[in-house]
């Protein structure tokens, strides 16, 4: 249900934020985030408002439908929505088409407008749309004061796009350092009742093709080959369910393939890793992926494909191992080399740290403070 304005919104004092985008159910990187900043902000001296938009985590030909109702509702309501600093959150293709008519009311509103786009395909999105839509494109984000992307690297093509009126910022997405820090491994085995002895690999994502969990069983193929005492978990559910097993029992690796999918609370994710030797993200595609904050804050390395933002984070061998992506010779290899190494939990752990909530939580507000800060001194207040 799309609502205006959340009632679970922080109730600091000082500026008010009003951020457009999802919040949990179902979870995702989006939503984590808004809840996240929801929630910290206020300790900053940030009053929060969301308008909840987005889907209910089950695809739906209804929600066009229910997407044209929230702009509505909003547009009906706008006079609720007087805020310091308007965030809306968006990602490419039809995400930021239906948050279009968000942004274009943000920019006529006295706020200072920020919008994020979460994700790795804006440019594929951009250059592949019609001169109609790449015109709106450009319009919606070149009036914004600010445009936060969440890898340094997209920060010079989204420029582009933009031109040179917004700000451009990047900050990566974050995770909980209270639940997912480091953990004694066989505890963990213990706890989860799987077996003790040998090396575990898991893996977190949905079982849908851009998360290359076909790559990661062929390459586990040759991984079984050459240690044996290796298993996969595959934590997930998703439209590939089925010929994702198929793919094991083609490839015989029922005894060292094992997927486990229902749904887990963030403790008991944190729980897997903890009971990992190493985390593998095989994706095709990705943004900032929580999950790879999540491994390193258990201290667990992480290996995975060169996209999106990850390599911005595994910048280093001390980190994790990287391949490219729809390869699974490269990624068996990374895996092989991986569990070969001696990993430092301890400082893998520390280098998550900079991606905590709090810490993005005291980034976003500088952001804030800055863009107030240059509204004022050009007479907005």
Known sequence: MHRSPDPGAGRGSGRTVLMIGPLPPPNGGVANFVRNMRDILPSAGYE????????????SIAQPARDLGAVLRFLLTSRRHRADIVHVHTSSYYSFMRNVPYISWARRSRAAVVVHIHGGMFTEFYDGASPLTRRLVRKALGGADAVMVTSPSWTGPIARIAGPGPELVSMANGFDAGTFRPADRMEARKELGIPEEGRVLVSVGYLEPIKGHSYLIDAMAGVAKSAGDVRL?????????????DQVKERGLADVVRFVHEPLPSSGIARWMSAADLFVLPSLGEGNPTVMFECLG???PFVGTSVGGIPDVIGSEDLGLLCPPGDAGALAAAIMKALGKQWDASAISEHAQRYSWSNLGSQLAAVYERLIEKRRLTGWE
Do not use: E, F, P
């Open 298 to 300: 258990c201290g667990r």
């Open 233 to 245: 978990y595959i934590l997930g559910d998703g439209s590939l369910r089925k010929s994702l097993a």
């Open 48 to 59: 929060v408002n969301v308008y909840r938009t987005g889907g209910s985590g089950s695809s």
